[in-house]
């Protein structure tokens, strides 16, 4: 995304967010847990992520050939 419409989503939504007022929304006790879950969910699965790709990181910062012998500065 170019600056340009970041930049236009943001007066977006506080435009909307100042013309609307005052929301009155219910939120019943299971809506928390529910989204306690999904925010746990999300962090497993970023740490899952960064942990199988943590040797090509490594190796990225370090500059150094993936552990799998594969040399990434040939386009392949």
Known sequence: ???LTVLLF???FLLVSHVQGGLKAYLDPNT????LQLLLAGVVAVLATLRAYRDRIRAFFR???PPD???TSDGQ
């Not at 928390?32 to 989204?35: E, F, K, L, Q």
């Open 1 to 3: 995304m170019d600056s």
């Open 10 to 12: 943001i007066a977006m």
């Open 32 to 35: 928390g847990s529910m989204a």
């Open 63 to 65: 500059r150094e050939a």
């Open 69 to 71: 012998g594969r040399s």
